[in-house]
């Protein structure tokens, strides 16, 4: 009869929620240095790299980069040439929210893909 007692009573005990770590809120000075999707290798020319001061270089793409209230803004013009048409590549904005994963990670969403960036070094 005891051990009956004993399991409603841990039934009734309330489940304290398991949270999950929260990451702090990212200084801009995170997102500088040169970065590379998580399926790509970081030797890549397709890597972005984000100055300090908000400059962003990549293989075929210049502009700025911007960070704050949790979201990401990429102002970038296309260098690339199209083959078909021949016309140089214009000007387009990526902005979306950011998920910090760790130090060297970090998830960047345009719905409806996720970008997954890791850090190279």
């Known amino acids: 009869m005891a051990w009956r007692n004993f399991l409603f009573a841990s ?3 309330p489940v304290a929620a398991i949270a999950a ?4 809120e990212a200084d801009p000075a995170y997102f500088e ?5 998580l399926d ?3 030797k890549a020319p397709t890597n972005w790299t984000m100055f300090a001061g908000g400059n962003f ?6 502009g700025t ?3 704050g ?10 260098l690339e040439i199209d083959e078909e048409s021949g016309e140089a590549g214009g000007r387009f904005r990526m902005d ?6 760790d130090q060297n990670r970090f998830d960047f969403t345009i719905a409806p893909d996720v970008y997954q960036l890791q850090r190279c070094n």
């Open 11 to 13: 039934l009734a005990m």
């Open 21 to 24: 770590p929260q990451v702090p």
């Open 33 to 37: 240095g040169r970065w590379s999707l």
């Open 40 to 42: 790509e290798d970081c």
């Open 57 to 62: 270089v990549s293989q075929d793409l210049t």
């Open 65 to 67: 980069w911007a960070w």
């Open 69 to 78: 209230e949790g979201e990401l803004v990429l102002r970038l013009d296309d």
């Open 96 to 101: 979306g929210p950011v998920t910090i994963i």
